[in-house]
T-cell receptor
Framework: QKEVEQNSGPLSVPEGAIASLNCTYS??????FFWYRQYSGKSPELIMS????GDKEDGRFTAQLNKASQYVSLLIRDSQPSDSATYLC?????????????FGTGTQLKVEL | AAGVIQSPRHLIKEKRETATLKCYPI?????VYWYQQGPGQDPQFLIS???????DKGSIPDRFSAQQFSDYHSELNMSSLELGDSALYFC????????????FGPGTRLLVL
């Protein structure tokens, strides 16, 4: 079992709809959670970070964290064709310098016109 | 805003050759990370440095070595290259005070023939 699990998709949503991306993680001591967007052949681009239970909103993006359920999600409102990419969930076990990110395999999102 | 700089962006090598990848972190970032991403895979952590000292080690082959210099730039040295080393190599940087949020460089695409 991978430490960070995501549905690989593709997840297809119509333009203007809400896209919901989900991620579960296995290590209960994980402290920091990140969503990265990656276009094909490009580098991961940070979308959101979340550290506490609850919701965190930034523009059209909302990250949700539930540490008891070991679950983190990303909602994208008013989805645009430019949002079509692979979304990587990443988990950091604890703060303290030099710690590795563990990534899920990513969910491919397709926003259709 | 300044981003992580990586060079070269593309590299073609023959089997058994050596390669050196360079990474220049975001100014004032004190931690550098190296990741390898094979085709269709998620980024895999290789190694990280904090304040010029190795801080964490992942699935880095013994044929690879890395270091961080006094100006905080880092180099990944790869010897006896194999076909399976063909991948995207990303460098990321972070600052301890920002809860380890890692920002990725554009990557080096290495092709081993």
């Amino acid at each position: 079992q991978k430490e960070v699990e995501q549905n690989s998709g593709p997840l297809s949503v119509p333009e203007g709809a809400i896209a919901s991306l989900n991620c579960t993680y296995s290590d209960r001591v994980s402290q920091s959670f990140f969503w990265y967007r990656q276009y094909s052949g490009k580098s991961p681009e940070l979308i959101m970070s979340i550290y506490s239970n609850g919701d965190k909103e930034d523009g059209r993006f909302t990250a949700q964290l539930n540490k008891a359920s070991q679950y983190v999600s990303l909602l994208i409102r008013d989805s645009q064709p430019s949002d079509s990419a692979t979304y990587l969930c990443a988990v950091l076990p604890h703060t303290g310098g030099g710690n590795k990110l563990t990534f899920g395999t990513g969910t491919q999102l397709k926003v259709e016109l | 805003a300044a981003g992580v700089i990586q060079s070269p962006r593309h590299l073609i090598k023959e089997k058994r050759e050596t390669a050196t990848l360079k990474c220049y972190p975001i100014p004032r970032h004190d931690t550098v990370y190296w990741y390898q991403q094979g085709p269709g895979q998620d980024p895999q952590f290789l190694i990280s440095f904090y304040e010029k000292m190795q801080s964490d080690k992942g699935s880095i082959p013994d044929r690879f070595s890395a270091q961080q210099f006094s100006d905080y730039h880092s180099e990944l040295n790869m010897s006896s290259l194999e076909l399976g080393d063909s991948a995207l190599y990303f460098c990321a940087s972070s600052h301890r005070q920002t809860q380890e949020t890692q920002y990725f460089g554009p990557g080096t695409r290495l092709l081993v023939l």
